[in-house]
């Protein structure tokens, strides 16, 4: 069965302190695998879109890279404005209607 | 550019009454999605529709959940004789294309259901 699991669940960083955040998969063959950011009372935010082994992708403080089982959203530096819920989704390519999200990792930056 | 948007942002329903929710996406979107997030749980997928068509209902409920996707106006999440369960955030999310595009898509910022 397609899955995805995001870890740490919760994660609390001092403002500087670098960290990666974890997606796994297990899909039956991956279409796309895309990053989301979603603060308290909204809806997720796009971040990322990742197709294959090997890529990587930068934003500001923000960069994910993506293995074959796995993607990294790595923050360098984070600041407080930081602080949000994580969400990682694939795409299977024997599914390409349906969009399977993880539970999150949400991030607590301390100033 | 107005993103997707999403109305009520809150809805209250009693027991056995009818919630129905409305989405407007992007603007030039024509490939919609509707999710359900509980407290502390990802995104569910529910249901994957275009313009006039359901193209994947694989998510939703059998009874009592229907969605629709008109050639005019929004797309509605209709809930017949809501329970407790059904109490949850619901997000649509629109994209430009779909299906093997792999398109990103944008959220609108949710209605969230309440039942009493």
């Known amino acids: 069965e397609d899955q995805v699991t995001q870890s740490p669940e919760a994660l609390r960083l001092q403002e500087g302190e670098s960290s990666s955040l974890n997606c796994s998969y297990t899909v039956s063959g991956l279409r796309g695998l895309f990053w989301y950011r979603q603060d308290p009372g909204k809806g997720p935010e796009f971040l990322f879109t990742?197709?294959?082994a090997g890529e990587e992708k930068e934003k500001e403080r923000l960069k994910a890279t993506l293995t074959k089982k796995e993607s990294f959203l790595h923050i360098t530096a984070p600041k407080p404005e930081d602080s949000a819920t994580y969400l990682c989704a694939v795409q299977a390519s024997s599914n390409f209607n349906k969009f399977y999200f993880g539970s999150g990792t949400k991030l607590n930056v301390k100033p | 550019n107005a993103g997707v948007m999403q109305n009520p942002r809150h809805l209250v329903r009693r027991r056995g009454q009818e919630a129905r929710l409305r989405c407007s996406p992007v603007?030039?979107?024509?490939?919609v999605y509707w999710y359900r997030q509980l407290p502390e749980e990802g995104l569910k997928f529910m249901v994957y529709l275009q313009k006039e068509n359901i193209i994947d209902e694989s998510g939703m409920p059998k009874e009592r959940f229907s969605a629709e996707f008109p050639k005019e106006g929004p797309s509605i999440l209709r809930i017949q004789q809501v329970v407790r369960g059904d109490s949850a955030a619901y997000f649509c999310?629109?994209?430009?294309?779909?299906?093997?595009?792999?398109?990103?898509?944008?959220f609108g910022p949710g209605t969230r259901l309440t039942v009493t």
């Open positions: 999310a629109s994209s430009p294309r779909g299906g093997r595009s792999s398109y990103e898509q944008y």
């Open positions: 990742l197709y294959s």
């Open positions: 603007k030039g979107h024509s490939h």
